[in-house]
């Protein structure tokens, strides 16, 4: 029997991406987009413009553990003058967002929150890092959070 349910897990799954990929097209259409352009297996060289850098994402929660008002838009832009755009002057940029997380006493907290994406040359990072765990460490401190939560990607960019 395994085999026979490992055959039919195959089967199902080699359909839904048959049936996924044939749609594609129908549903960008339907929408009014161009469809993007079918992945090639072929070893052509794609030229990508740009040059290195990383992009470092920051997740702000604004609910306070200790049960206190949550951080305002005001106070938000405050720390962002105050904090992150003299270790950013080039640029960043925040978006506003919604997220949920599980806290130290493992309750699982909803919240408003900010994303903050900044983008800096590859070879700098040695110079950003610092920069970057100083804007987590003094939120977490002005606003009683358990942590800000740090994703980095490296990408290519062209100003």
Partial sequence: MPFA?????RLALTTAAALLAAGAPAA?????????????TTNTTVA????????????????????GPAV???Q???????????????GLTV??????WRDASGRIERERSYELTLLYPA???????PRIERI???????FGQESVARLDERTTADF
Avoid: N, W
């Fill in 76 to 90: 938000f832009m405050a720390f962002v003058d105050r904090e992150v755009t003299p270790a950013f002057p080039e």
């Fill in 123 to 129: 070879s700098q990072a040695r110079e950003r890092h």
């Fill in 48 to 67: 990508v413009e740009g040059e290195a850098y990383l992009e470092t994402r920051l997740l702000f929660g604004t609910e306070r553990p200790d049960g």
């Fill in 95 to 100: 978006q506003d967002g919604r997220g949920q």
């Fill in 136 to 142: 987590r460490g003094a939120y977490a401190r002005a």
């Fill in 72 to 74: 305002t838009d005001a």
């Fill in 28 to 40: 960008y259409a339907a929408l009014g987009d161009p469809a993007p352009a079918p992945a090639t």
């Fill in 5 to 9: 349910t490992t055959t039919r897990t």
